[in-house]
């Protein structure tokens, strides 16, 4: 696993669309059609990260808190699945349902949507105002696997918390995401 942090997009930034196909449902989404009225959460995640399995039951939790309030919430795998075919489409589909994702888990097969994100670890975490501007981008908490502090979501709570209210989410409170680096394919 090699540790990288996130290369934080800038705020204010627009959302870039895309069109993946989710892997549970087999329909093809947009960024328009998981956007939430209130914010948008848009993260990269993977099956076989162990900083995504370190925090993804609390993932669920904040998303099944959130949605109800106009937060909308997807997930996307751009990895490489010839360099790990365990996060491939058909694991994708077994990993969302055993978690039991009330989002889609879309594929980026060809990695052009981490790349319009600048996506380049897992997790990485991006929230999108209701205009689909970047407001926050960072962290989900300070927990790492091994580190001992409590997993809360907290960072990723705070931003959706302002945003809920109105507020602007202050720059210097965004910390990078780390995680294990996108595997991308050979050029």
């Known amino acids: 696993?090699?540790?990288?942090?996130?290369?934080?997009?800038?705020?204010?930034?627009?959302?870039p669309d895309f069109s993946l196909p989710d892997t549970v449902s087999g329909q093809t989404v947009s960024f328009n059609d998981v956007a939430g009225e209130q914010g948008t959460v848009v993260m990269f995640i993977c099956n076989h990260c162990p900083y995504v399995l370190h925090i993804i039951d609390e993932i669920v939790a904040v998303a099944n808190h959130y949605q109800p309030q106009g937060i909308g919430f997807v997930a996307i795998s751009s990895n490489d699945i010839?360099?790990?075919?365990?996060?491939?489409?058909?694991?994708?589909?077994v990993f969302a349902e055993s978690r039991?994702?009330?989002?889609?888990?879309?594929?980026d097969e060809s990695q052009g949507v981490a790349k319009a994100y600048d996506a380049v670890c897992?997790?990485?975490?991006?929230?999108?105002?209701?205009?689909g501007k970047c407001a926050y981008r960072g962290q989900f908490?300070?927990?790492?696997?091994?580190?001992?502090?409590?997993?809360?979501?907290?960072?990723?709570?705070?931003?959706?918390d302002a945003l809920l209210e109105g507020d602007m989410i202050p720059e210097d409170?965004?910390?990078?995401?780390?995680?294990?680096?996108?595997?991308?394919?050979a050029a």
Do not use: H
Request: with cysteine; hydrophobic share 35%; aromatic share 10%.
């Open 1 to 15: 696993m090699s540790l990288t942090d996130s290369t934080m997009m800038p705020l204010g930034k627009k959302a």
């Open 82 to 93: 010839a360099e790990r075919p365990e996060d491939g489409p058909e694991q994708m589909q």
């Open 100 to 107: 039991e994702f009330a989002f889609p888990y879309l594929y």
């Open 122 to 131: 897992t997790p990485d975490f991006f929230v999108f105002d209701s205009d």
């Open 141 to 160: 908490d300070e927990s790492r696997p091994k580190n001992g502090v409590a997993i809360t979501g907290a960072e990723l709570r705070a931003s959706l």
């Open 173 to 185: 409170v965004q910390v990078p995401s780390q995680g294990c680096s996108i595997k991308w394919k």
